[in-house]
């Protein structure tokens, strides 16, 4: 009878264990998170999907070591226009975006960012080669500037034109090649890989930088910031931390730097502001 007794007992241990086991790895399934990521796969050399169908470029390889960094994610890539990232984002459309999106005043009461940059961005002035008007911020007095609409560029622009009561007319294209070639458009702002990107692509149409014509922000404040991060919905803090996580991660050992060579055959990573950094951590 005590033998009866111990096997009914080992075999009722042993489907209690699988049922526990197959509970266990159907909670997990439940509990494993879908997260929609808004990315931009028009920009030359930044984020871009290849001939192979596979998502590349400066900001498609940074995203696709924190997807590989993360299984406990499913992440799921939905390709926007960059007018439309940050406006996804706050709509609840996609749950975090990227797109060499820098800090500001308006992004920063809508949306967290990851708490370490990912890359440095600084928004120059750009005139065509053949121009000799314009060699300062004050000189687009009378002038026309193309940016995208929803941009950084955009954004600070605005700003500069309300704050200095500037006669500056502000024109939205993502056409600003064309707009510049053309006329119809006497300035841009860029960052410089940006515009050695396109001298690439537009080999007939020059442009230059006015290297000292950076369109900033006070320092010390979102506006003055020149980093780049990862965005996302202000209760995702979870998300926000373990992507900031996979981001440092990423800095210390080179990875980050090695990607932006590859692709710019310049270390942008290496040029982000720390100071900046020290201010978001306080």
């Keep these: ?24 790895s159907n909670a997990d399934a439940a509990e494993r998170r879908t997260v929609l990521i808004g990315a931009r796969n028009d920009g030359r050399g930044t984020a871009f999907v290849d001939e192979n169908g596979r998502f590349t470029g400066l900001e498609g390889e940074t995203l696709q070591l924190i997807i590989t960094a993360l299984p406990q994610y499913d992440f799921e890539l939905r390709y926007l226009p960059q007018r439309s990232l940050f406006p996804s984002l706050i709509s609840n459309k996609v ?13 920063e009461q809508q949306a967290i960012r990851t708490r370490v940059a990912n890359n440095w ?9 053949s121009n000799t008007d314009i060699q300062s911020l004050k000189d687009l007095e009378g002038k026309r500037v193309v940016q995208n609409q929803n941009s950084g560029q955009a954004l600070l622009l605005e700003k500069y034109i309300r704050n200095n009561k500037a006669n500056i007319e502000l024109v939205y294209s993502q056409e600003f090649v064309a707009m510049l070639a053309d006329k119809h458009a006497d300035a841009t702002f ?11 692509t537009y080999k007939n149409f020059k442009l230059k930088m006015i290297d000292d014509a950076i369109l900033t922000g006070p320092k010390g404040t979102p506006d003055g910031d020149t980093n780049t991060y990862f965005w996302f919905r202000p209760e995702d803090t979870q998300l926000r931390d373990d992507v900031s996580a996979v981001l440092e991660k990423l800095r210390a050992d080179g990875s980050l730097s090695k990607i932006s060579v590859k692709f710019t055959g310049i270390d942008y990573p290496s040029k982000i502001d720390t100071e900046a950094e020290k201010e978001l951590k306080r």
């Design 121 to 129: 961005w600084p928004y120059i002035l750009v005139v065509p080669e």
């Design 95 to 107: 749950d975090m975006v990227h797109g060499n999106l820098r800090r500001t005043e308006e992004r």
């Design 190 to 200: 860029m960052s410089p890989f940006t515009l050695n990107t396109l001298s690439d």
């Design 1 to 24: 009878m005590e033998k009866s007794m111990g096997k009914i007992t080992a075999s009722t241990i042993l489907v209690i264990m699988t049922a526990v086991f197959f509970l266990g």
